[in-house]
């Protein structure tokens, strides 16, 4: 199984628009980060969780000719605002399955009504949506998924399990007491973190690392990160145990549990 990142940022994206700190000012490209999304393939399937406000420029730069389904972790800006771009993975003989939550897919629904109405105008998204239950699993092609509730503030959003990786962005608490059960054994834990400093809605550094540990990966991605902290400072203070990860990343990962 494939995974690629599409997208590292946070909700501004990295640079952010009129700063010049120097993380916006590097001449880095691992400081370069578009809105966080992830794609998974395997064996002719492909699947996108979250679809960023650079959605169309992530596809062209990862070459996305095909999409299977589309994983939403939650309705915020940021993860949703590309929507429209899906048009080109749809026809009128052929919807596009969004995968998540209800109360998330209603907020989607309610943001773009166009793209799920029965009599379409020629030319819109034709999208379907599939309700995943709390800790449910679900097929799509050779790939399979479970949906893992977590906290981003007071919001209950999605993460999933796919194989021996765990994908959890946005998230404030991994409410460990009951999802530890859950995401043993994992090869891979990509997970939000945000920066050095506390908020009240996403992990820091420390704390993404500190709940990390309780799991016990075998390896640790930072997603959604913020300008705050370039890619070198992370890595300086967080490998060999955790890395940012960083757009265009790919990785192979095993797709047994």
Known sequence: MRITFLGTGTSHGVPVIGCHCPVC????PHDSRWR????VEKDGTRVVIDTGCEFRLQALRSGIGSLDGVLYTHA???HLMGLDDLRVFTSEEKRLPLYSFGDVLDRISACFPYAFADYAYKGVPRLEKRV????????IG???????PVLHGMMRIAGYRFGSAAYITDVS???L???ARYLQGLGLLVIGALRSRPHWSHF???QALENARKLRPQRILFTHISHETSDAEIRRRYAPEAYPAYDTLTLEVDDER
């Open 25 to 28: 000012s590097s001449a880095d």
């Open 132 to 139: 995943v239950e709390e800790y449910g699993t679900f097929s």
């Open 76 to 78: 915020h800006a940021d």
């Open 142 to 148: 050779s790939l399979r998924f479970q949906a893992i």
């Open 177 to 179: 007491e009951t999802n």
């Open 36 to 39: 966080s999304s992830l794609m």
């Open 204 to 206: 820091s550094f420390d």
């Open 173 to 175: 608490d991994l409410l």
